[in-house]
């Protein structure tokens, strides 16, 4: 069985075993594994999860995992690291940007069932992972487009079972409203709501982040940023209900100064100015 080596991003693995080789076990990269024959019990997490053939399966670094195989089975492994997709961000659509495949595949409900998939969608998986096996060897299988996109046609597969199942993804799909209460109650807290902290709390690209924000809002994230905190503050020092020390402090500025700058950059007049 073939692992992945440091400097590879995709591996593409097919064998056949009547025991499995490995114990339990984790790994530092992702899985899709599809079943091609045989049947058994997939312990995944602590769930025992019955596969016959036809049968597909992801896997997380965060899962650990076996398989009690009961009648020989035949196994096709398509292995891959975090930056197998981001390499190819490019080819991404829109929703795997925003939903990333790696935390697509980090859904709890994904390691409590085996997805069902009608007849139709069978025979469209087995015929896409037989062309990811034919096409494994014919070039450098981690850039290139054709692999790409049927890669991601297992995804398609996946959510359309998932929605037939009426089965619940945490992590799919995002409410705009949750965005702009999250960044209201963190504007006083600078590392919060920088793009990269914001885009881990919703799970979105933070590379796309800033481009959805935009098509979203119609205001870049930066000028909604600095917006609300100049508001924000103007609101305070007219209430004079507070100092501006007390003002810097509450907004994490470093000192006065540092606040009496930023206010002057944005507004053209200093705090002292409005008092």
């Known amino acids: 069985m073939r692992k992945l080596k440091q400097f590879d991003t995709l591996v593409l693995d097919q064998f056949e075993e009547d025991q499995f080789h490995l114990p339990a076990h984790s790994h530092n990269y992702y899985e899709i594994i599809y079943i091609v024959k045989g049947s058994g019990i997939h312990h995944l997490n602590a769930n025992l999860l019955a596969y016959k053939s036809g049968d597909l ?11 009690d195989i009961k009648k020989r089975t035949g196994f096709v492994f398509i292995k891959f690291t975090d930056n197998y997709f981001n390499s190819n961000k490019k080819l991404s ?22 997805l069902e998939l009608d007849a139709s969608c069978r025979l469209i998986l087995k015929n896409t992972v037989e062309n990811i096996m034919s096409y494994n060897g014919k070039t450098d299988i981690s850039t290139s487009p054709i692999m790409f996109y049927q890669i991601l046609s297992i995804f398609g597969l996946i959510k359309e079972s998932i929605s037939a199942m009426n089965l619940k993804m945490v ?17 006083y807290e600078p590392k919060l709501i920088q793009i990269k902290s914001i885009a881990v709390h919703f799970n979105i690209s933070h590379t796309y982040f800033g481009t959805y924000f935009k098509r979203n809002f119609s205001i870049t994230y930066r000028d909604y940023i600095h917006t609300l905190r100049i508001k924000l503050i103007e609101k305070r020092i007219l209430s004079k209900q507070m100092s501006i020390k007390q003002i810097a402090h509450e907004f994490g500025f470093t000192d006065e100064s540092h606040l009496s700058n930023y206010f002057k950059k944005k507004k053209n007049k200093r705090p002292s100015e409005l008092i």
């Open 57 to 67: 399966f992801v896997i997380s670094p965060d899962d650990e995992h076996y398989f």
């Open 93 to 114: 659509c829109d929703e795997f940007l925003l939903n990333t495949p790696e935390n697509f595949m980090r859904e709890k409900v994904l390691k409590e069932n085996v």
């Open 171 to 187: 992590g799919a799909g995002i409410d705009n409203d949750v965005i702009i209460t999250y960044i209201h109650q963190n504007v």
